[in-house]
């Protein structure tokens, strides 16, 4: 598998909004997003699942303020993060999940790990 890239991150003040991008994805058909706080595991942010039947996936913690999507003639995934809090604070990666069956959270079926780009969001 590729290595995939992460860019877009930044450091914004609370409530701001950034918007990460991930690519080449081409030949994928489940990306995920995942960050990393310092002290903290790795924990899922949101996954997108493009087979026969697509959709997507998101951390309790980020509904109704972090977007998933997929642009395929930009070969780029997409994390549109709006509302930003504190706890946001990591690095964030994405990768390639399994071709076949669940897009969930499962580090170990994903592969192709980008080396994060950072997010701070500051009070």
């Known amino acids: 598998v590729v290595q995939l890239a992460e860019s877009g991150g930044g450091s914004v003040h609370v409530g701001g909004s950034l918007k990460l991008s991930c690519t080449p994805v081409t030949g994928t058909t489940c990306v995920g997003w995942f960050r990393q706080g310092p002290g903290y595991e790795r924990e899922g942010v949101a996954t997108i699942y493009s087979g026969p039947t697509s959709g997507t996936y998101y951390a309790d913690s980020v509904k109704g303020r972090f977007t998933i999507s997929r642009d395929d003639t930009e070969n780029t995934v997409y994390l549109q993060m709006n509302n930003l809090k504190p706890e946001d604070t990591a690095m964030y990666y994405c990768?390639?999940?399994?071709?076949?069956?669940?897009?969930?959270?499962?580090?170990?079926?994903?592969?192709?790990w980008g080396q994060g780009t950072q997010v701070t969001v500051s009070s």
């Open positions: 990768a390639a999940g399994p071709l076949y069956g669940t897009c969930l959270f499962n580090l170990p079926r994903y592969n192709g």
